[in-house]
């Protein structure tokens, strides 16, 4: 039997499995941010070494096998970034194990494309279009992270939730639930003790990110702030699916995977995204039905050249459903 690793590394956590040719999970494994821009090589090392053993720990004569090693990673866009990791990796495998590194896009991809081309948007903490054709050519929009972009993410909703509750507060803007959901939710009695709240938090961002919730709420409750707060998200989200696909192809059928927090409620910007697209493009969205880390299996597998048949996708899905009960 044939194994290989896969490596979803993240900005907050990484995580690692070992899988066989058949798409059966044998071993999984956890750690910190492994993103280069912000861990240091050395503790980058240790932390990769830290998922190898503990894969090793529950699987050792399976892991003497592994053939090959893939890893999505954020935060290496840059080729040269790329090479480095992989170097890095190299070292720290056997010699006889195959490397590849690319950025985490691809992971979310596949996730719901199963390695065919097409188009994901991530909408999390922040937001990413990224699309790649039959030829191998790619292209991203936005990913610019939230001072500057990171259009239809969790924080830009609940940052566009909190404008809307200070200007009504102000009388620049109509009255809105949100004023009552939000200041409930930070358990405080007017916009600037809100305000107070956020900036006073280590990490502001992390405390805007999760409102995007609570403006889903109000949409529910048929808001007109909140209805046009969402509005406007699902315009820039549409922009950027439909940039990407005009880049990339021409006039085909495209699937679009909606990866990210935001698009777990399906009645609502899943919903609105397909019916903004429909009739227009020829783009059909869709929800993975397995995590980003087996995007990183699915491209993992097909280094082995392996033909990724309906069994060994239908095997990799249910064990993962299988790992989250």
């Keep these: 039997m044939e194994y290989v690793v896969a490596i979803d590394g993240g900005g907050t956590k990484t995580v690692a499995v070992l899988v066989d040719i058949s798409g059966t999970i044998i071993a999984s494994a956890t750690t910190g941010a492994t993103n280069p821009n912000v861990v240091e090589p050395n503790e ?14 529950q699987a050792p004569e399976a892991m003497m096998k592994v053939e090959s090693l893939y890893a999505g990673m954020s935060g290496v866009g840059h080729y040269q970034t790329r090479l480095k990791m992989e170097q890095l990796l190299q070292v720290i495998v056997p010699t006889n194990m195959k490397v590849q590194v690319e950025p985490d896009s691809m ?8 390695g065919q081309p097409g188009i994901v948007q991530i909408a999390g903490t922040g937001s990413i279009c990224y699309g790649i054709n039959a030829e191998g050519e790619e ?6 992270g939230y001072l500057f972009g990171d259009e239809g993410s969790g924080y830009d909703i609940g940052r566009r939730g909190i404008m809307a509750v200070l200007k009504s507060e102000d009388g620049r803007a109509e009255p809105t639930i949100l004023t009552d959901l939000l200041l409930s939710y930070f358990q405080v009695t007017n916009g600037r003790n809100l305000i107070e709240k956020i900036y006073h938090a280590k990490q502001p961002k992390e405390k805007v990110s999760p409102l995007s919730k609570i403006i889903f709420q109000a949409y529910k409750r048929n808001d007109l702030v909140a209805e046009q707060i969402i509005h406007d998200v699902v315009e820039e989200i549409c922009h950027a699916l439909v940039t990407v696909y005009r880049r990339l192809f021409n006039e085909e059928q495209v699937q679009a995977v909606l990866c990210g927090g935001v698009f777990t409620d399906r009645e609502v910007l899943p919903s609105l995204i397909q019916k903004q697209l429909e009739d227009r493009y020829p783009i059909t969205t869709s929800l993975p039905k397995m995590p980003p880390i087996g995007g990183s299996v699915i491209k993992a597998l097909s280094q082995q050249q392996l033909n990724l048949d309906n069994k060994i996708i239908d095997q990799l899905i249910q064990s993962f459903n299988n790992k989250s009960q």
Excluded at 108 to 113: I, K
Excluded at 139 to 144: A, E, F, N, S
């Design 107 to 114: 992971n979310a991809l596949y996730s719901g494309t199963y």
């Design 44 to 57: 980058l090392k240790n932390r990769f070494n830290q998922l190898l053993e503990q894969l090793n720990d």
């Design 139 to 144: 292209h991203r929009v936005g990913g610019w």
